[in-house]
């Protein structure tokens, strides 16, 4: 820590937006009192956004009234995993080139060890630390690059698809860097029926993305096959995450693709032929 304060962290000031809909009041104390100690030299704004509107346009309305040119958006169920996260996502963007940065998120062992087995089955992609290509769950973005992109799509995406969609947008505007110290921790405990009504909103949002965006999606193919009934199954199948999982939970999760797919493919379709995420 020492050694990068002087290699050019050149503090730049940091606007944090945590969108807030009915939340775990005790998970939200802990975030403000992580965030508050984030050992970081540059001026920090810190803004929760509760509208009462949807998730993309809760972001849009904090990136508009944010004072400064970095942008960080942080879930309301996302703890920063120490007092260096907000240096460690910052620091990328010392290079004049980089327009986003991704924390990795992890789930927490105690609220894995809750889940029962075939939940497990549903909520095994997302064991332990993942990262993905784009993620507001504790992304930092800069300002004018939102701003050039008319910010988060919040007419087409409300709650589900808005960070992919993003990515598609900005990723040829410069580079997304993922730096492997920036961590949240994603304090989500959920059921069965919450899941699956979770991959209903997500599987929207992806019908949206590819009726959208259409051959710009990575392997968007994949996503109109697993939207198959029964012969989507293959899809799921073949993406089982054997080395994070073993044989274990396969047998939950093969129980349970069988119902998510029943509701992937509605949300699914729903989403293409509207062209947009609505559920």
């Not at 807030?20 to 965030?35: A, G, S």
Request: charged content about 25%; hydrophobic content about 40%.
């Amino acid at each position: 820590r020492f050694i990068n304060y002087f290699v050019g962290l050149f503090y730049m000031d940091v606007s944090i937006i945590v969108p807030v809909y009915n939340p775990d009041k005790k998970t939200l104390k802990e975030l403000i009192k992580r965030v508050k100690s984030q050992i970081y030299e540059g001026k920090v704004e810190f803004s929760m956004i509760d509208e009462r509107k949807g998730f993309s346009a809760q972001m849009n309305i904090g990136i508009r009234k944010s004072k400064y040119e970095i942008i960080v958006i942080l879930h309301q169920d996302c703890i920063p995993a120490d007092d260096y996260w907000l240096e460690s996502l910052i620091a990328p963007f010392k290079n004049k080139n980089v327009v986003a940065t991704v924390s990795n998120v992890e789930l927490p062992k105690k609220i894995w060890d809750n889940f029962n087995y075939i939940v497990k089955g549903l909520m095994i992609k997302e064991r332990g630390i993942i990262t993905s290509a784009l993620d507001s769950k504790g992304g930092a973005y800069r300002k004018k690059t939102m701003m050039s992109i008319g910010l988060f799509d919040e007419d087409n995406f409300r709650t589900a698809g808005e960070d992919y969609d993003t990515y598609i947008k900005i990723k040829d505007l410069g580079k997304i860097e993922y730096p492997k110290s920036a961590k949240i921790i994603h304090n989500h405990p959920t059921d069965f029926f919450q899941r699956l009504r979770k991959n209903y909103q997500y599987a929207n949002g992806y019908g949206a993305l590819v009726r959208i965006h259409k051959t710009k999606m990575n392997k968007w193919y994949v996503g109109i096959l697993k939207a198959i009934p029964l012969l989507g199954l293959v899809t799921y199948f073949i993406s089982y995450p054997w080395k994070r999982a073993g044989f274990t939970i396969f047998p939950a999760y093969v129980v349970a693709s069988f119902v998510d797919q029943f509701y992937y493919i509605n949300g699914f379709w729903k989403g293409f032929f509207e062209g947009k995420q609505t559920v």
